[in-house]
């Protein structure tokens, strides 16, 4: 399995594989799915600075704040709230259900 050496700063890469290193643009992927926080090593290692979570859960806003203070090593992440959906087959458990457009805009502005 390759070893990856990389620092991030002001969302760029520095590659220190290279002889010489080299400044590299961060990639910003405005639509991932964060399910645990061992994914995002894999972000940075393959030059992504930047994501944004489609699919918000508590534990996101736990995430925001450990890679924040540098305790958890990942790319910069933008929680957004949770997935809105109406009862159905396409239902899941980590989704907010709402039934009538008054309910939805109450879940839109206590989302995270």
């Known amino acids: ?17 290279e002889p010489k290193g080299g400044l590299s643009p961060g990639l910003f992927n405005t639509h991932v799915h964060v399910w ?3 994914s995002l090593r ?3 290692a393959t030059g992504v600075t930047t994501i944004c979570n489609a699919s918000g ?9 450990e890679i924040e ?5 990942g790319p910069t992440l933008i929680a957004k709230g949770p997935i809105l959906d109406s009862p159905g087959p396409n239902q899941q ?3 907010q259900m709402v039934i ?3 309910k939805a805009q109450e879940a839109k502005r206590g989302s995270l």
């Not at 203070?69 to 090593?73: D, L």
């Open 36 to 38: 645990d926080q061992q």
């Open 93 to 95: 458990i980590n989704h």
């Open 42 to 44: 894999v972000y940075l």
């Open 1 to 17: 399995m390759p070893s990856f050496e990389f620092a991030t700063t002001d969302n760029a890469l520095w590659d220190a594989s």
């Open 69 to 73: 203070r540098a305790k958890v090593i």
């Open 57 to 65: 859960m508590p534990f996101h806003l736990r995430l925001v704040h």
């Open 100 to 102: 009538t457009s008054d």
